[in-house]
């Protein structure tokens, strides 16, 4: 599964690291009685996380608490290393809608024990994802709105506009650590309003002239 498709093309582009932010809208930051992050948060999934649309989220057996966070997606279109923040847009292909799912009784767990976060965020069926729009055709991604429905009623409702760390400096950012390359995403974070989902929950992400992402979950 771990690849992407833009609109309009039948290619199917391999998809290498999955960057992640969390904590980058402060409300829900303060849903999760964090502190509002001075520099990024960062964790990774591996490419097989990804699901694609009319897919099926499948909860390993260990967890009782999934959630839904929708967010902002943005594929890297070249490689690039120490990339300088007014240069950064350009690195940008395109922009989807995802889901970070998350096992949050693992995750707690974890945080509990400072112990790393891969479980809760990397296991197959964790990255739902839809469709990329191209670059070009998004006027401003930092002004979007973005919702996301479970069996029709709205459960997360926000504007990009609201995140912390803006796309050119979370690219320059993690570019100074991680090269960046063709195919790699970088999941942006998720606005307030996260919460469970359980089996047969129908989840439908919008993300406003981007696109439409429906899973299920089994
Ligand atoms: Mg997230």
Redesign the pocket.
Known sequence: MNWIEFDGSSEKIPVGKIL???RNYSEHAREMHAETPEAPVVFLKPSTALLHEGGKIVIPSFSHDVHH?V?LVVAIGKTGSHIAVDRAMEYVSGYAVGL?M?LRDVQSEAKKKSLPWSVAKGFDTSAPISRFVSANKIRDPHNLDMTLRVNGSVRQHSNTSKMIFKIDFTISYLSSIFTLEEGDLI?T??PEGVGGVVAGDLLEAELESVGWLRVSMQ
């Open positions: 992640c932010l969390g966070e967010e970070d998350t999941f974070g998720t």
